[in-house]
């Protein structure tokens, strides 16, 4: 497995344009939106999925794969059940640690923030974006196990039956808004040099302010 593993090539998409980071503007969040048009653009799938590493009660981390929904000044955006796992550890540490890597690009972009949920009504209107079989298994979250997978899927043709028009949103589905304090965007060079710029939350500067400087690679 090891040589299997060794023999994959890694940073096959590497770009020849260079990596401005005098062009870069002083708010990182409109360059994480770039950064995922770009990678869309070079035929990257699902660009707008993103880890979000969340912490339990005891201090271990879980993390897993979500799509962001939208992207603003100051917030990145996603939705979940605020009683799943990732929503229950942000209701008691709203810590957060998010990433997103695009092969097609040879780019990734990491994020440290908190985490809290925008309330109802902007809950409810995401929900209302989305597609019927999304809306529909968004209805299927339950804490614990799955006996069989057959009633999960009766569970889903019940609720559609139950619904033929509009599907009410589920109480506890909740969009949520990540607050970045950190954001790394980093960028594979073909000389193996990357590049590497750090943004921090910089209090001097105000409630928007950021400070960014260039890592070693
Ligand atoms: C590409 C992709 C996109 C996903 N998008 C979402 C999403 O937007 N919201 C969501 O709740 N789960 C999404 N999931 C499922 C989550 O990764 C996760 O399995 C689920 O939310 C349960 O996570 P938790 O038990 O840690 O809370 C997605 C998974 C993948 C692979």
């Known amino acids: 497995m090891r040589r299997r ?11 020849a344009a260079e990596f401005r980071e005098k062009d870069l503007p002083d708010n990182p969040l409109p360059v994480i939106a770039d950064w995922i048009l770009a990678a869309h653009a070079a035929g990257q799938p699902e660009p707008h999925a993103m880890s979000l590493c969340t912490v339990g009660p005891t201090g271990v981390p879980s993390s897993r794969v979500l799509i962001v929904k939208d992207i603003d000044d100051r917030h990145l955006y996603f939705a979940t059940p ?9 209701a008691t540490n709203p810590h957060v640690a998010a990433h997103f890597h695009w092969p097609a690009t040879g780019q990734q972009i990491r994020i440290v923030g908190t985490a ?25 979250h ?3 196990p799955l006996t069989d997978r057959r009633s999960a899927l009766a569970e889903f043709e019940r609720l559609g039956a139950v619904h033929p028009g509009e599907v009410p949103c589920p109480p506890d589905w909740t969009l949520y808004a990540i607050s970045p304090t950190e954001v790394e965007f980093w960028e594979a060079s073909a000389d193996r040099v990357h590049h590497r710029i750090v943004y921090r939350r910089d209090a001097t500067a105000g409630a928007d302010g950021w400070a960014h400087e260039l890592m070693w690679p």
């Open 142 to 144: 339950r804490p614990g």
């Open 5 to 15: 593993l060794r023999a994959i090539p890694v940073f096959k998409n590497v770009r």
């Open 116 to 140: 809290a949920g925008q309330g109802r009504e902007a809950s409810e209107r995401d929900f209302a974006e989305r597609g019927r079989g999304s809306q529909l298994a968004a209805h299927l």
């Open 82 to 90: 605020a009683g799943s796992r990732k929503g229950l550890e942000i």
